[in-house]
């Protein structure tokens, strides 16, 4: 599988797109203003307690109360209450926790009320930024993430993470980190540090320890509420977590990011930082790499399915859930042959709904409401193939099993606010809003490829006379295109009653094929 990051700079906001093999998997989106990113960490107050929910209310700088509950509190919660109160009273000099006294865990099974009290200084990070009318989520278990290792305060464990099954390894990494991990902190291994060179994982403690000198460091200025340290910038984020041998293209439109990016690989994968290339034209980078089509293609409310013959998806939001059914269109047939045409909708469904899943970074409960399959074997196999899909996706997710109403359901972890795009767009013909004009040629040939499987005659397209002047336009025009590909004709009649994105499909006969109204 190829990866290229498209990487697009403008006003202060970046859009990064995921591609995997030339499809759109994951849109981020950045704000120069967004103050509050998941991993950033921050001195807060507490501002008030409530028991009754055995949380806190932590003032931040943010419009609404962060959320902090006992049991994000942490064990060493007391170990870094003491840190921070040492380098206000200028007790604590250094970043280095050396000769420090750790405190007692604190009991798992408490409450807030015995370890926080009202205006309490307390260092945090954020694990989900604001979403709607909710404030950040926090936590004061702090983690600081480098390409090959987490770095933890107050905790002397070095774990390794499951993913790596050799013996040696795992004893060569523990073996390895033990000499270079300073006195008082834990390290958890990431998969990424399997099979890599000594000099590698020195160079990410070594960036590790940076880190945590700028949070004494920004401590010590006793500002609060205040930001101590920054996430990675959101390219660099992505390269931390996802950057691999699949990678094939970066590109990006903003020379500064690009020599950031190119330095950032210049520590973790030196030999590769040439893939990271200066886009410069006239042409928007997202429009060049067809992010923008795929974008109106892939949000809204119907969703084609790509490969499927005209089955399509309608994704429904509610205050509670996210519902997805599947429709087979018009592409049914009978008897034992359905059945397994069903299955083989369904898991083509299933694909794509992890895909949407990605993208639109849907979180919470998801009920999926499949084609029927009354055989349960089909409905294991469909399960096994979703769950396999879905093993490519990095939020935490857990999905059950087929109900009996063949329904699945599954919950979906969310840190950051669903990304949701308008698709439609003005109607220029008579006032409304209409889907967006670049996905209804999506839609036409869709519908020529699966009419020209049993349709061999002639086939005749009713449009309005603005699609019908787009599709004829110029000697390679978007017909002749068809031709190449299908090796059908396919004759254009422009009919002014249409409205704009209306269109019929008939045979010589003049029988109806197939016919879409906005």
Same mark, same amino acid.
């Given at each position: 599988?190829?990866?290229?990051?498209?990487? &697009?700079?403008?006003?202060?906001?970046?859009?990064?797109?995921?591609?995997? $093999?030339? =499809?759109?998997?994951?849109?981020?989106?950045?704000?120069?203003?967004?103050?509050?990113?998941?991993?950033?960490?921050?001195?807060?107050?507490?501002?008030?307690?409530?028991?009754?929910?055995?949380?806190?209310?932590?003032?931040?700088?943010?419009?609404?109360?962060?959320?902090?509950?006992?049991?994000?509190?942490?064990?060493?919660? /007391?170990?870094?209450?003491?840190?921070?109160?040492?380098?206000?009273?200028?007790?604590?000099?250094?970043?280095? /926790?050396?000769?420090?006294?750790?405190?007692?865990?604190?009991?798992?099974?408490?409450?807030?009320?015995?370890?926080?009290?009202?205006?309490?200084? #307390? /260092?945090?990070?954020?694990?989900?930024?604001?979403?709607?009318?909710?404030?950040?989520?926090?936590?004061?278990?702090?983690?600081?993430?480098?390409?090959?290792?987490?770095?933890?305060?107050?905790?002397?464990?070095?774990?390794?993470?499951?993913?790596?099954?050799?013996?040696?390894?795992?004893?060569?990494?523990?073996?390895?980190?033990?000499?270079?991990?300073?006195?008082?902190?834990?390290?958890?291994?990431?998969?990424?540090?399997?099979?890599?060179?000594?000099?590698?994982?020195?160079?990410?403690?070594?960036?590790?320890?940076?880190?945590?000198?700028?949070?004494?460091?920004?401590?010590?200025?006793?500002?609060?509420?205040?930001?101590?340290?920054?996430?990675?910038?959101?390219?660099?984020?992505?390269?931390?977590?996802?950057?691999? @041998?699949?990678? #094939?293209?970066?590109?990006?439109?903003?020379?500064?990011?690009?020599?950031?990016?190119?330095?950032?690989?210049?520590?973790?994968?030196?030999?590769?930082?040439?893939?990271?290339?200066?886009?410069? &034209?006239?042409?928007?980078?997202?429009?060049?790499?067809?992010?923008?089509? @795929?974008?109106?293609?892939?949000?809204?409310?119907?969703?084609?399915?790509?490969?499927?013959?005209?089955?399509?998806?309608?994704?429904?939001?509610?205050?509670?859930?996210?519902?997805?059914?599947?429709?087979?269109?018009?592409?049914?047939?009978?008897?034992?042959?359905?059945?397994?045409?069903?299955?083989?909708?369904?898991?083509?469904?299933?694909?794509?709904?992890?895909?949407?899943?990605?993208?639109? $970074?849907?979180?919470?409960?998801?009920?999926? $409401?499949?084609?029927? +399959?009354?055989?349960?074997?089909?409905?294991?196999? /469909?399960?096994?193939?979703?769950?396999?899909?879905?093993? =490519?996706?990095?939020?935490?997710?857990?999905?059950?099993?087929? &109900?009996?109403?063949?329904?699945?359901? +599954?919950?979906? @972890?969310?840190?950051?606010?669903?990304?949701?795009?308008?698709? @439609?767009?003005?109607?220029?013909?008579?006032?409304?809003?209409?889907?967006?004009?670049?996905?209804?040629?999506?839609?036409?040939?869709?519908?020529?490829?699966?009419?020209?499987?049993?349709?061999?005659?002639?086939?005749?397209?009713?449009?309005?006379?603005?699609?019908?002047?787009?599709?004829?336009?110029?000697?390679?025009?978007?017909?002749?295109?068809?031709?190449?590909?299908?090796?059908?004709?396919?004759?254009?009649?422009?009919?002014?009653?249409?409205?704009?994105?209306?269109? =019929?499909?008939?045979?010589?006969?003049?029988?109806?094929?197939?016919?879409?109204?906005?």
């Amino acid at each position: 599988m190829k990866k290229e990051l498209i990487v &697009s700079h403008e006003d202060g906001h970046t859009k990064i797109a995921l591609l995997e $093999d030339g =499809r759109l998997f994951e849109l981020h989106e950045e704000q120069g203003k967004n103050k509050f990113v998941v991993g950033d960490l921050f001195l807060g107050r507490i501002r008030k307690l409530a028991p009754n929910l055995n949380s806190a209310f932590v003032n931040i700088g943010y419009e609404k109360d962060a959320f902090l509950h006992y049991q994000d509190l942490g064990p060493d919660y /007391l170990s870094f209450k003491k840190y921070i109160n040492d380098i206000f009273s200028k007790r604590q000099n250094t970043s280095s /926790l050396k000769n420090f006294e750790i405190q007692k865990e604190i009991d798992k099974h408490g409450t807030v009320d015995k370890v926080l009290s009202k205006d309490d200084i #307390v /260092l945090l990070q954020i694990t989900k930024e604001p979403i709607s009318t909710k404030g950040p989520r926090i936590s004061t278990q702090i983690s600081i993430t480098g390409r090959f290792m987490v770095l933890i305060p107050f905790d002397d464990k070095i774990s390794i993470s499951k993913k790596i099954k050799n013996s040696e390894e795992k004893h060569r990494l523990r073996t390895l980190i033990e000499s270079i991990k300073p006195e008082g902190f834990g390290v958890i291994i990431r998969t990424v540090a399997e099979n890599k060179k000594a000099a590698d994982l020195h160079n990410d403690m070594y960036s590790l320890i940076s880190k945590w000198e700028n949070v004494f460091k920004n401590i010590q200025r006793h500002k609060v509420p205040s930001k101590v340290l920054s996430e990675d910038d959101l390219a660099s984020s992505i390269l931390r977590d996802n950057f691999n @041998q699949d990678f #094939v293209n970066i590109i990006c439109d903003d020379e500064k990011m690009v020599d950031d990016m190119k330095n950032y690989l210049e520590v973790i994968a030196p030999e590769r930082k040439n893939i990271v290339q200066f886009y410069d &034209s006239h042409i928007p980078l997202t429009e060049y790499y067809n992010v923008e089509k @795929q974008l109106k293609q892939s949000f809204g409310k119907h969703v084609n399915i790509p490969g499927s013959k005209g089955a399509y998806l309608v994704i429904e939001h509610t205050e509670a859930l996210h519902v997805i059914d599947v429709n087979s269109g018009h592409n049914v047939v009978s008897g034992t042959t359905n059945r397994e045409h069903a299955l083989t909708v369904n898991k083509i469904a299933a694909t794509e709904i992890a895909r949407q899943l990605r993208l639109r $970074d849907m979180g919470g409960i998801i009920v999926i $409401d499949f084609i029927d +399959m009354p055989l349960p074997e089909q409905r294991r196999q /469909l399960y096994d193939h979703f769950r396999e899909e879905m093993k =490519r996706d990095k939020a935490k997710h857990k999905i059950l099993p087929p &109900s009996k109403f063949g329904l699945i359901q +599954m919950t979906r @972890q969310r840190v950051r606010p669903e990304i949701n795009i308008k698709t @439609q767009e003005e109607n220029p013909n008579a006032g409304g809003e209409i889907i967006a004009p670049i996905v209804i040629i999506e839609r036409i040939e869709e519908s020529i490829k699966n009419i020209i499987q049993t349709e061999r005659g002639k086939l005749f397209l009713h449009v309005h006379p603005f699609v019908e002047a787009y599709l004829t336009k110029g000697v390679k025009s978007t017909r002749v295109d068809w031709f190449l590909k299908y090796k059908k004709w396919v004759s254009i009649i422009p009919r002014d009653s249409f409205k704009y994105l209306e269109f =019929r499909l008939y045979n010589s006969k003049k029988e109806e094929l197939f016919s879409y109204s906005n």
